[in-house]
């Protein structure tokens, strides 16, 4: 049985490949922000693990596993959590910019630094869901561009420096994808919403499976994922 650590199951991406190793039996454990928020992931994936940690407070979350147990061995830890704010550079402020950081890429660094022992154990993968924005930056998407791209430096450092310890780091970048986060960006920039325009998050689960199971000798680093025809 292998075993898997998951941020944001509670929907879209990380809720699809939740649902996706769930049903091969795979071992779950999935992190949520409070106790409450980890009952309701309980209920809804039977046998699931869970930690409780928020991903808005990193610097909290060594002394939050310190009162928990953590597991033993990972085949991968999956970050897929994360926030946007749009908005222009001249209008953004410090808070805004801070905890799009502290949520999308510092977090997911202290995340996998407290658990890569269980990592290093499992000669396991690290697999970090970024964004398009990750790679580009449009008008308004500055402060949540600048999280992605960090959350892009982390994995490639985290690449070279684990390979010796049998270490995989997959870095994934999905266009707009049919999630409640994809709601809110359309909120943000006055469109209307149609979820059919967009990937739907069984398919970048997808994707992210076929890195988990590719064979030890190759390692997928970085996959673009764009809506089809």
Same mark, same amino acid.
């Given at each position: 049985?292998?075993? =898997?650590?998951?941020? @944001? ?20 454990w999935l992190l949520a922000r409070d106790a409450g928020r980890a009952s309701q992931l309980?209920e809804r994936y039977a046998g699931a693990r869970t930690l409780v940690g928020d991903l ?9 596993? @310190? =009162? ?29 910019w801070q905890h799009q950081l502290n949520v999308n890429a510092i977090a997911p660094a ?14 396991? =993968? ?11 930056? =449009? ?12 959350? &892009? ?37 006055? +469109? ?9 998050? +069984? ?22 994922? &764009?809506?089809?025809?």
């Open positions: 049985m292998t075993t =898997h650590l998951i941020t @944001g199951a509670g929907s879209g991406i990380g809720a699809a490949l939740t649902e996706k190793l769930a049903a091969r039996g795979d071992e779950l309980r808005a407070e990193p610097a909290r979350l060594s002394w939050a596993f @310190g =009162h928990q147990e953590l597991p033993s061995r990972l085949d991968s830890l999956v970050h897929v959590a994360g926030i946007v704010e749009l908005g222009p550079v001249a209008e953004t402020p410090v808070t805004t202290e995340l996998t630094r407290l658990l890569l022992p269980a990592l290093r154990a499992g000669r396991g =993968h690290a697999v970090f869901v970024n964004s398009g924005a990750g790679l580009r930056v =449009h008008p308004e998407w500055g402060s949540y561009a600048a999280s992605k791209f960090a959350v &892009r430096a982390i994995a490639d450092a985290l690449r070279e420096e684990e390979r010796p310890h049998g270490v995989r780091v997959t870095t994934v970048y999905p266009g707009r994808t049919a999630t409640p986060m994809q709601e809110k960006v359309h909120q943000q920039e006055g +469109a209307s919403y149609d979820a059919s325009r967009w990937i739907d998050p +069984a398919s970048v689960a997808t994707t992210i499976l076929a890195a988990l199971d590719l064979p030890r000798d190759a390692e997928l680093t970085e996959l673009m994922v &764009r809506p089809g025809a």
